[in-house]
């Protein structure tokens, strides 16, 4: 719990670290900040456009359907990106002061939060004006948003401290990351792949969460209780794992950065 | 030797156990994939080298404790040590109190800001709230006397107007126990004297200052005790005037 009341007293240097990760990406550019929402609906659009055209798309509202999965799938892979790197991309400061180094794994998932709350207010205003509205099973969101959170921040401990090691890490998350997105069904929906497949999906955790902003989205119906409690369970796991590891990598840093 | 003295947590401000720092030196580490696979049949030399060498060290609160020592010694090891930015292969340190170290001035200090934000981004990595910098915020420019410039980025500073600020923002952080590794050559002679006078406070207010230094005879006065580190090894420990002396009749007959 020493933790906690270190993260407190240093709220300050973990505020700012926030500030300048959602501020400092796209420093120099004139739009700015508005580029972490453009991004991903200029994605989302490529895929709208093009992916009718290849697969046989059945489902109403593609678009809605595409927006409500790859929003939080970038939330997903731009933290794991990101914080991969962070430890070695801050090298110059940790060789030199003491902090705690659990900031800058957890400044990267925050600010990647916040960018993901803004953006949700994207998909809100898609189902709205989509014609799709929304029901009260949106309230699930939060908890949804919560596991998420905690399966990246544990994710993110963890490679984050390995890759000052190994730096081959970035490049095997890259590799893995592009695997997952196919993976992960964010241009289908798993239902309709065949029973051999949707038991290989369901190893991912990342298709249940999907699966949930779907359905509190774009099918309006309550999740999958039984899968999502699983899930809450690993995630805090992975969670408690990663730091363990971060913790136990933690101590090396300054000679090996 | 100080086995039988009577431990108390209360009056010891950092205490070292038994504490040996070693460090694996790679002659060329491979860190990427690429290179990996490219050098795969380069065997990696890899030699550890002992940098201190099993060193028993207690600290009272208070004491003002000056590290004397040839380069590469390990003196500097041992504030990092002392700091959390690096851990002991063997043996502990512990600290009790807040702690704040000047080993780089600057720290993190990002020349495109200004000189204000850069001290607000520096003192909260020493674990400043924003409501105390706030409170430190005229104290600190006031002791850097840079009250013209500290809206101009920090890279139209010269070196010595840097390290000023950088030198105001640790001293200003109120921290239990100072660690300082040879940064007193700070500006010029009217800074110079104006941060010795500040230490001189500081000790006066009770606070534990440890300093590694190659300006014997500034630190002369300042410290009580002197730590004579040599090669990794604890060589003498005592009252500062004698073991400043004992250190300089030694690099004289060495030069000799």
Redesign the interface.
Known sequence: MKIFKELY?????L??NVKKEIRGKYKGSFLGVIWSFVNPLLTVLVYAIIFPYILRQDQDNYLIFLIVAIIPWNFFVTVLNQGTTTILANA????????PREILPLSIVLSGLVNFLISCIIILFFVLFGGLGISSVIFYLPIIILIQFALSLGIVFMISAINVYI??VE?IVNFVLTLAFYATPILYDASFMPAKIQGLLNLNPMKHLIDAYRSIFYYKQTPNFAALSILALFSFGILIFGYAIFKKLE??F??EV | MKSNRIKDNHTLAIQVKNMTKKFKIYSDKPSTLKERLVFWNHNNKKEIRTVLNNINIEIKKGETVALIGTNGSGKSTLLKLMTKIIYPSVGSVVTHGKLTSLLELGAGFHPDFTGRENIYFNASIFGLTKTEIDARLHDIIAFSELEEFIDNPVRTYSSGMYMRLAFSVAINVDAEILLIDEILAVGDQHFQDKCFQKLFELKNSGKTIIIVTHSLDSVKNLCDRAIWVQDGNLFMDGEAKSVIQAYIDEVNRVKA
Request: proline share 0%; no cysteine; charged share 40%.
């Open positions: 007293q240093y709220r300050e240097l505020k700012s110059n400061i940790i060789k030199k002061v003491y902090f730096r081959d490049y101590r090396g300054a000679e």
